[in-house]
Structures are given as structure tokens and as C-alpha cells.
């Protein structure tokens, strides 16, 4: 028997509903699920770091002392549990099925696009593929926000696509990051947006293990920088686009009775979606259950969008960016794809719907 997935909850405690609880006009309750210490907060830091699972945080609470001592819960992330789709319902408050990014790697027209890199086979695809018209919605409910994030960052595609028309503070070393918060919040700002990728990097270059720790115990010593800055009647709410899960070198390619009947691949490795040979769908999905229903939930991209994974509304357009058939492990495995591959092996992965990856902290403190 399967465990069965951790799924999104979209209407309830999930990433996609933070910002529309924060920018809400003023007399609106907050959602049940909100800590109670950004209530009538005058100003709001959301912080985001970036791969920073429930779990993994729960598992070392002693290297994360100001982590570990904020109020808050664990909530849902998105489907799949991706940097891409989770920034961009973070920022727009939609779920995937809703604003089209639908993960690391997904299909415009018959093209694969890498989210990320904003790339195809062909290279730079910024013209081609514009990011406006493929992420259509405005981020932070069309309002101007800061955003302090790394300055390499701005000017990308992917930055195009899920936070234009916000205003960028890059920051150059980490350290910078909780100076330029202290600033903003001193010019009234009464929102500001933070994002810090450290842990995601260490975790999948580097695995869990000692200089996973350190990078903890140093994003949690960046969160008490943030927290010193705060003025009085300030609230820092901190949360994650994603889990972890090591997978080390258990790669799996899809067995050849599957890529007989596969076009290509998208998605990731722990969240691969197959595009059918023409006519070759039914043969497929049976083809990959038969051969990877073991260790990974197998289902066909109507079973998903009937099921909910991507929100309650998931229009053609976006459907169609979806491949045929989704693998999406339950074991601590990958499924390799040839053409998803970078100059190393990824040690941690996530995409999947585990609760290690699912789960992410909504953590808040005040001064």
C-alpha cells in the first residue's frame, strides 16, 4: 500500500493565501490559520526562505534558536512543491492551476521551458516566450512592494514573470539583507518582501549533514537580524516555498516500457510529467503504473486536475502546459530525464507531495 500524498489546502492554511491575508484592507479578519502576532501589526516583514521544510526544521530546532522560539504552524505548500510555482503563488495568491507556472520545467507550445533559467533548448527565451503573457496576473494585489532579494535576481525572466511591478532592493551578501529591512521599515514602509535562498542551495548540493546545519544555524542568526531591526508594533512572519527530501544517488530512469510510448519530459525529477507519443496516452499511464506504481504515485493529468493538486480551477490554456502522465515518488528517489541535468547531482530534491516536502513553517514575532 502507498502512503497517501500530502495534498494542498488551497482554501485553508497555504502558502498561495499569506500575501491576501497581509494586504487585506483593514477591518478583515485574518484566516484562523495566520499567527495572531501579525494581527494589527502597523508593518509586516515577510521573509521566505527558500527550502526550509517543517520537518527538517522541527528535526533541529537547537540550531535554529529564534526560529524555534516564534509562534506559528506548519502549512501546505503547492503542487508540485517546486521554487517556480510556490514563489509565484506566494506572490499572486493563486494556486498553479490559476497563474501557469506549473513547474521547474514545463511545455509552452510544444517547447520546454526551464522556469528558472527562462531558457529552451535553443537558449535564452525571454522573446519568444514572454514572461508577462505566460505569468498573467499582477504579484502582491497590484500593489508596489519592495522586494529584498539577491541583486542578481533582478531583471530575470523569472522575476518579470511572478514579481513585476514591485520594487527591487537587491542585496549583494547576506548580511545586507536585514539592513536594507531595517531601512525600508524606517521609510514607513508598510510591507516589505524578503527572500533568501541559502538553504535550498546547501541542501541540494551539499545533502543533509554538517554544512546543512551551518547554513541553518546561519539563516536562523539572519532571522534574528531581521528581528532586531523591527520597530516597535512591527511583525516578522517567516515561511518556505518547500521541503527537502535526500535522495543521494538513487536516480531512476523510467523504464523503457514507459519511454516507448513517451514524446518528452517535463517537470522535475521528483514530480515528472510524460508527454505521450500521439495516441499513446492510455498505453502509457498503464505502462508506468505497471512498471513505477511502487514507489511512486502514478496518474494521468485528468486524474490530478479532477483531484484538486493544482487548485479548483485549472484553465485549458494552463492544462495543457501538463504533461500526459505525472510520476511523482513517494520513495526517496529521482526519475532522470537526459535533458533535465546541470553541472552536478542534486543531493536533496523535493517536487513531490511527502509531508517533508509539503510542509512549510508560518512563523511570527513582533517587537
Not at 113 to 142: C, H, K, M
Not at 267 to 290: C, K, S, T, V
Not at 312 to 336: E, M, W
Amino acid at each position: 500500500m502507498s502512503p497517501s500524498p500530502v495534498l494542498p489546502d488551497y482554501a485553508g492554511a497555504n502558502v498561495r493565501g499569506i500575501v491576501p491575508a497581509l494586504l487585506a484592507p483593514r477591518g478583515v479578519s485574518a484566516p484562523s490559520w495566520m499567527p495572531a502576532e501579525v494581527n494589527g501589526a502597523r508593518q509586516v516583514v515577510l521573509l521566505v526562505l527558500d527550502g526550509l521544510g517543517w520537518e527538517q526544521l522541527r528535526d533541529r530546532e537547537a540550531l535554529a534558536p529564534t526560529l524555534a522560539s516564534m509562534k506559528g504552524r506548519a502549512i501546505t505548500t503547492v503542487a508540485p512543491s517546486t521554487t517556480a510555482t510556490a514563489l509565484t503563488s506566494i506572490a499572486t495568491g493563486l494556486t498553479p492551476g490559476e497563474h501557469g507556472v506549473v513547474g521547474y520545467r514545463m511545455d509552452i507550445a510544444g517547447e520546454v521551458l526551464n522556469v528558472l533559467r527562462w531558457s529552451t533548448g535553443a537558449g535564452d527565451s525571454r522573446r519568444q516566450i514572454e514572461p508577462r503573457t505566460t505569468q498573467p496576473f499582477t504579484p502582491f494585489l497590484g500593489e508596489s512592494v519592495p522586494v529584498v532579494s539577491k541583486a542578481e535576481l533582478e531583471g530575470s525572466a523569472f522575476t518579470e514573470a511572478h514579481l513585476r511591478g514591485s520594487r527591487p532592493c537587491g542585496w549583494r551578501a547576506p548580511s545586507s539583507l536585514a539592513v536594507t529591512v531595517g531601512e525600508l521599515l524606517a521609510a514607513g514602509e508598510h510591507f516589505v518582501y524578503a527572500y533568501y535562498d541559502g538553504i535550498d542551495k546547501i541542501a541540494h548540493e551539499r545533502g543533509f549533514g554538517s554544512y546543512y546545519d551551518a547554513e541553518l544555524r546561519a539563516a536562523d542568526a539572519l532571522v534574528a537580524q531581521v528581528l532586531e531591526v523591527l520597530p516597535p508594533g512591527a511583525a516578522l512572519l517567516v515561511t518556505a516555498d518547500h521541503g527537502q527530501v535526500e535522495t543521494g544517488d538513487r536516480v531512476v530512469p523510467p523504464h523503457a516500457d514507459v519511454m516507448a510510448h513517451v514524446r518528452h519530459q517535463t517537470g522535475e525529477g521528483r514530480f515528472r510529467w510524460l508527454h505521450a507519443r500521439p495516441g499513446a496516452a492510455n498505453d502509457l499511464l498503464a505502462a508506468a503504473r505497471e512498471r513505477h506504481g511502487d514507489v511512486a504515485w502514478v496518474h494521468s493529468r485528468a486524474e490530478l486536475i479532477e483531484a484538486g493538486w493544482f487548485g479548483a480551477v485549472v484553465s485549458p490554456p494552463v492544462a495543457a502546459r501538463y504533461g500526459d502522465v505525472a510520476l511523482v515518488p513517494h520513495a526517496p528517489i529521482t526519475f532522470h530525464d537526459p535533458a533535465d541535468s546541470g553541472p552536478f547531482q542534486l543531493i536533496c530534491r523535493h517536487g513531490s507531495l511527502t509531508s517533508a516536502e509539503m510542509l512549510v513553517p508560518l512563523l511570527a514575532a513582533t517587537r
